[in-house]
């Protein structure tokens, strides 16, 4: 049996290097980063070392959400993620049996996000791309995105949806750390139901994208949503069937953080469709991911090895 987790981050050391001697880092200073998890700082012999002390074979990396910098003007943004991705690409090459790889990309044009995916996935060897819920306030049902989505098809490209702040709570209730734990969540929901009812799952039926966090509350929704569906014209303007029919068509990462939360998932999706993710090294992480999986009486063994490591070999080639 091997162990593949899709959900965790790094910190690039070029980084740290810098704004922890007080400099800036293309822009970015010592309050980025989440340099408060001391986690964060360990070099890639380290994060080895507490792979194989949490039983894990293989991680698939992606730098921390601080760096997407949709918001930065564009040369910033892709020095950012050309740097963040070189050496993502290093540890990958020191670490081949132990690390792969997911880029980041500067999602405020297409194009450059475009460039900097091929760059990753077709010379690199990345296994595809990490982005946010949204682009500086807009959703990926948006036409301008459409091109982003038919490139990421044709490479092949796995494509990793993980939130960055604030989230669509932050607004509202910024208090309670909820912007996080409801927050990520709901953010993941609105993605689902953009890509399904804005018609791009349709557009693009060969996207391999997987939702973290569980995929938020899409599953506990679905059901709203397909009434919707049924009875509003304006639900069925780009989609013929129920957004349910569409729920397999996602991957969503195992972290739940709760045994009956992940056997609705995997009732509702099958677990063909459900991987392992931990979040490592953030503080909302699973602190001993595998041993939670092999311990949780309602899921089958068969069904522990695919979300272990079965569904991500074949889906990634690991």
């Keep these: 049996m091997r162990t593949i987790d899709i959900h965790a981050h790094t910190v690039p050391q070029c980084f740290q290097k810098d704004v922890l001697r007080n400099r800036k880092w293309h822009n970015m200073t010592s309050s980025e980063g989440?340099?408060?998890?001391?986690?964060?700082?360990?070099t890639p012999e380290e994060r080895i070392a507490e792979m194989d002390s949490m039983g894990m074979d293989v991680q698939?990396?992606?730098?921390?959400?601080?760096?997407?910098?949709y918001d930065e003007n564009l040369v910033t943004a892709i020095a950012i993620a050309r740097d963040c991705n070189d050496e993502l690409h290093q540890m990958t090459m020191d670490y081949p049996d132990r690390l792969a790889g997911l880029a980041?990309?500067?999602?405020?044009?297409?194009?450059?996000?475009?460039?900097?995916?091929?760059?990753a996935v077709m010379t690199l060897g990345f296994k595809g791309v990490m982005?946010?819920?949204?682009?500086?306030?807009?959703?990926?049902d948006e036409p301008e995105f459409l091109p982003f989505w038919k490139a990421a098809e044709e490479m092949g490209a796995?494509?990793?949806?993980?939130?960055?702040?604030?989230?669509?709570?932050?607004?509202?209730?910024?208090?309670?750390h909820l912007p996080n734990t409801i927050g990520n969540l709901a953010d993941r929901t609105i993605t689902?139901?953009?890509?399904?009812?804005?018609?791009?799952?349709?557009?693009?039926?060969?996207?391999?994208?997987c939702l973290c966090h569980g995929g938020g509350y899409t599953c506990y929704a679905i059901g709203r949503m397909d009434r919707g569906w049924q009875v509003r014209p304006e639900a069925r303007q780009h989609i013929n069937q129920p957004p349910s029919?569409?729920?397999?068509?996602?991957?969503?990462?195992?972290?739940?953080?709760?045994?009956?939360?992940?056997?609705?998932?995997?009732?509702?999706?099958?677990?063909?469709?459900?991987?392992?993710?931990?979040?490592?090294?953030?503080?909302?992480?699973?602190?001993?991911?595998?041993?939670?999986?092999?311990?949780?009486?309602?899921?089958?063994?068969?069904?522990?090895?695919?979300?272990?490591?079965?569904?991500?070999?074949?889906?990634?080639?690991?």
């Excluded at 980041?104 to 760059?119: C, F, G, K, L, W």
């Excluded at 982005?131 to 990926?140: E, L, P, Q, R």
């Excluded at 609705?264 to 931990?278: E, P």
């Design 34 to 42: 989440e340099l408060f998890n001391p986690r964060v700082n360990w």
């Design 131 to 140: 982005i946010d819920d949204k682009v500086n306030g807009h959703t990926y």
């Design 192 to 209: 689902f139901a953009a890509m399904v009812f804005g018609g791009v799952m349709d557009k693009c039926p060969d996207l391999k994208i």
């Design 245 to 318: 029919e569409y729920l397999r068509r996602f991957y969503y990462d195992c972290l739940t953080q709760s045994e009956p939360a992940l056997r609705y998932l995997i009732d509702t999706v099958g677990a063909d469709r459900v991987v392992l993710g931990t979040d490592w090294p953030a503080d909302m992480c699973i602190d001993w991911p595998v041993s939670w999986i092999q311990n949780l009486d309602s899921i089958t063994r068969e069904e522990k090895d695919m979300i272990l490591w079965q569904n991500l070999e074949k889906l990634l080639g690991l």
């Design 104 to 119: 980041t990309i500067p999602m405020q044009n297409i194009r450059s996000a475009i460039n900097e995916m091929e760059r």
């Design 158 to 176: 796995f494509v990793l949806i993980h939130q960055a702040y604030p989230t669509v709570v932050s607004d509202r209730l910024n208090r309670y």
């Design 60 to 69: 698939v990396v992606s730098t921390n959400v601080g760096f997407y910098k």
